[in-house]
């Protein structure tokens, strides 16, 4: 299975931009890129998803590299309630049950 | 949005006894469903899938006979951890899909968090 690798940590101000990066180096050409956060003692959300071109939803923006090797996830005012663990996942566009999560990354956003 | 739901949200449970974990579909249905459980300060792990009509499918290292699943409607699938033991403690997670492609979002459950003495 195609693997992320992600920070473990990042730290933001609030009201201030944050990017998130995700390496994916091993993804194959059928694999979307999908990111979710979970909040503490809740389960995960979903952010946002693309295959190749960038993507905007009101949540977030997706980045992602022209070789697709890696992502970043923007979003564009962080606030305290983003504080939350974001994983980076890539779903098999033939094996899509699989969702694989790696360790992710803690997001703290400072007052 | 679609809408997954658990219950309980949260359970404490005597060692040896067995507990239900119900994971809704709200306002679709789901012929997949997808069972995780994670420990304090880790990832999500995937455990099995849950399929509406036949026998769920277990990853590597999971017991099947340990957590028995069950998909008896196209909204509903339910987790029992039989026999629990305190290192069952944990927090399960399950999820569900609008569609069958790789092109949709996951819906996750709110999670439910047991804790066995």
């Known amino acids: 299975d195609a693997k992320t690798t992600q920070p473990n940590s990042m730290e933001s101000n609030e009201e201030e931009p944050v990017h998130l990066p995700c390496n994916h180096s091993t993804i194959s050409g059928t694999d979307y890129i999908h990111w979710y956060r979970q909040l503490p003692s809740q389960g995960p959300e979903y952010v946002i998803h693309?295959?190749?071109s960038n993507v905007n939803n009101r949540m977030a923006s997706l980045a992602i590299a022209e070789d697709r090797k890696s992502s970043t996830l923007i979003l564009h005012r962080a606030t305290l309630r983003d504080a939350a663990v974001y994983y980076c996942i890539l779903r098999d566009l033939y094996n899509f049950n699989k969702f694989y999560f790696g360790s992710g990354t803690k997001l703290n956003v400072k007052p | 949005g679609a809408v997954v739901s658990q219950h309980p949200s949260r359970v404490i449970c005597k060692s040896g006894t067995s507990v239900k974990i119900e994971c809704r579909s709200l306002d679709f249905q789901a012929t997949t469903m997808f069972w995780y459980r994670q420990f304090p300060k880790q990832s999500l792990m995937l455990m099995a899938t849950?399929?509406?009509?036949?026998?769920?499918?277990?990853e590597q290292g999971v017991e099947k006979d340990k957590f028995l699943i069950n998909h008896a409607s196209l909204t509903l699938s339910t987790l029992t951890v039989t026999s629990a033991h305190p290192e069952d403690s944990s927090f399960y997670i399950c999820?569900?899909?609008?569609?069958?492609?790789?092109?949709?979002?996951?819906?996750f459950g709110q999670g439910t968090r047991l804790t066995v003495v």
């Open positions: 999820s569900a899909h609008l569609t069958n492609v790789a092109n949709t979002e996951a819906f």
């Open positions: 849950s399929n509406e009509g036949s026998k769920a499918t277990y």
């Open positions: 693309g295959l190749t």
